[in-house]
């Protein structure tokens, strides 16, 4: 019934023009001129009010306006007391923004679904006993919140609860169960799959996991793109053209108003109005879908004109799961399960890929976890914490790979991790794919030179690698190819390719664990490490701008070859209405392609 309700207001001004139509022809046939004309001046002015509104507050903003064209029409067909006419082309104007609007919700569906995921409310956890429900943005942090089985997990938190299970896979795309333990961080937006558990909160709403996944959605159904203003400026040559041929048309027909009046009606720009915001919500739909979220809209359009693709290495092209293949103690006073011990209880607290194949590691050899207090991480340095009173730090070692850690405690160096990682499956494939298409490919890493070209190796391909760069080395690289006319796109998942991402022409980032600042300055993020999301959302891009050009181009092309008939007089105002009214339901059919 509500759907119903929704549908009747959504198309209610096409409705009631249509009829006012239908009232208008019945006096027409009654031979009551003067009613009938009343009649369709009000269903004309309630059909384009909305028009004449909008292009009067873009003139206001001193904005080019797409539709000077369609307030000509309707008042030449006024003053030419073509009444019937001025009603259909209002109807045709006001059905014409109901199905964009209608269009353009549509394409947000599933969009709208991602945000609708998360509870309005949550239960409080006090005394040890379930409290009151609560607006989940009232929740603030520190608090505790209870968790039933089947829900899904609003805010991020650490678990209380000695053990829980949650299915991630709305963030990763990994169907994977995971375990957690007491003390585990917890992100918004998974599901609690085991028994209720407790949570303490660490992130209000605002701020949680999912939440900024909300939010850059929310940002990119906003957003007016640099294709739209595109859009813009092929309307100032489309208005130019019509105007020639309908000032062509007035003085071929002798001065006639009804001839200029035929060009007028099938000249209304709506294939520039209507077919870029659906075709591009549509592709941002599409990807959404796919778990990739298009923070801006005008990350596809940019996407689409890339020729030069830059790879971080670590969690992009290769797994970013490195495995411990040799643990060296130095210092024979502790021993292995007691290092290992520490280790783990320190870095369980840290997200980095090393710090989680260390806590594999260690638990694979049965090392019990310590309690482990003060911990500090420095993003590129280590990790530190106090471990049985006494401080332990683990950081990256100076060597030839850059693929160990070392553990220490009073400034003296006690054991040693040495790790490998891998490539990624589909790494291979889709890089020498990419190459095929003619994209230049570079890879850009903070590794050592011998452990990228190991991985250049793996890859069975020829790329300019830039190792051992820092953040700021990464974004003067690209901002020398940007100077060498390149369109750029970097692909990264880390903090440390925030500056590169926010420098490159459109950023792309894997958001496996975190929010970081990495997310926040790409354009767009694929949650889950799938490498082949890369080329998925290039072919998405490229399909979804082909399609808004084609609605744009054809629709333009279709409306001056009418316009050409017209202005000869072969085809009148109410055809040339019509005409207009097809071409329009054809662009919005094709430009919704984009979203399937």
């Not at 059909?47 to 306006?65: D, N, P, W």
């Not at 829980?164 to 169907?175: H, V």
């Not at 490498?531 to 333009?556: P, Y």
């Amino acid at each position: 019934m509500n759907l119903k309700i929704n549908l009747l207001k959504t198309f209610l001004v096409p409705l009631i023009v249509t009829f006012g139509i239908i009232l208008y022809v019945i006096l027409l046939l009654l031979k009551l001129n003067t009613p009938a004309g009343i009649i369709g001046v009000l269903a004309t002015l309630l059909g384009s009010y909305r028009l004449f509104y909008e292009t009067v507050t873009s003139i206001l903003k001193k904005q080019f306006a797409l539709d000077y064209i369609a307030i000509l029409a309707i008042v030449v067909a006024l003053i030419t007391q073509e009444y019937l006419v001025s009603t259909i082309l209002a109807l045709m104007i006001a059905s014409g923004r109901t199905l964009e609007d209608y269009g353009v919700s549509q394409a947000k569906k599933s969009l709208t679904k991602l945000a609708e995921r998360i509870p309005d409310e949550v239960l409080y956890w006090k005394n040890n006993e379930i409290g009151e429900k609560t607006k989940i943005e009232k929740v603030k942090k520190s608090e505790e919140i209870y968790v039933r089985k089947g829900e899904v997990i609003g805010l991020d938190g650490i678990l209380i609860s000695d053990s829980g299970l949650t299915d991630e896979s709305s963030l990763t795309g990994e169907p994977y169960t995971i375990e957690k333990i007491k003390g585990d961080p917890i992100r918004s937006g998974t599901i609690n799959i085991g028994n209720p558990i407790v949570i303490k909160v660490t992130s209000e709403q605002k701020n949680s996991t999912y939440n900024k996944i909300v939010t850059m959605v929310k940002n990119a159904q906003e957003e007016k793109t640099p294709f739209i203003r595109l859009a813009d400026k092929y309307s100032g040559y489309f208005t130019v053209i019509t105007l020639i041929i309908t000032a062509f048309a007035y003085t071929y027909s002798g001065f006639d108003l009804t001839r200029a009046l035929s060009v007028l009606a099938i000249a209304t720009p709506c294939p520039l109005i209507i077919a870029t915001p659906i075709a591009l919500l549509g592709g941002v739909n599409l990807a959404s879908k796919k778990r990739m979220i298009v923070k801006k809209l005008s990350g596809l359009e940019v996407l689409s004109r890339a020729n030069a693709i830059i790879f971080d290495k670590t969690g992009t092209i290769t797994l970013g799961r490195p495995h411990v293949t040799e643990f060296k103690i130095m210092d024979k006073s502790f021993g292995e399960i007691e290092l290992l011990a520490i280790s783990k209880s320190i870095e369980r607290n840290s997200l980095h890929p090393l710090a989680k194949a260390i806590v594999e590691y260690a638990s694979a050899k049965k090392a019990h976890l310590k309690s482990a207090e003060k911990i500090e991480e420095k993003i590129g340095v280590g990790i530190t914490g106090t471990v049985d009173n006494k401080q332990f730090t683990l950081s990256k070692l100076n060597s030839h790979n850059g693929m160990e850690i070392g553990l220490f405690t009073g400034g003296k160096q006690i054991a040693q991790f040495h790790f490998e990682d891998e490539i990624k499956i589909e790494s291979k494939t889709i890089i020498k794919d990419l190459i095929a298409q003619g994209f230049d490919i570079k890879i850009f890493t903070g590794d050592k030179k011998q452990a990228a070209e190991k991985v250049i190796e793996m890859l069975g391909v020829n790329i300019d690698i830039m190792a051992e760069s820092t953040p700021q080395d990464k974004q003067e690289g690209i901002t020398k190819l940007k100077k060498a006319g390149k369109v750029t796109a970097m692909v990264g998942d880390g903090i440390n390719d925030a500056p590169a991402l926010a420098m490159a022409d459109v950023g792309m980032v894997f958001s496996n664990e975190e929010q970081t600042a990495a997310s926040e300055a790409a354009d767009i993020v694929f949650l889950g490490g799938d490498f082949s999301l890369v080329l998925e959302c290039l072919n998405i891009a490229r399909r979804t701008i082909a399609i808004a050009k084609q609605s744009i181009f054809v629709g333009i092309g279709i409306s001056i070859v009418g316009m050409g008939f017209a202005s000869f007089g072969f085809i009148p105002p109410i055809m040339g209405a019509f005409l207009q009214e097809a071409i329009d339901v054809a662009v919005i059919i094709n430009a919704l392609r984009t979203s399937r």
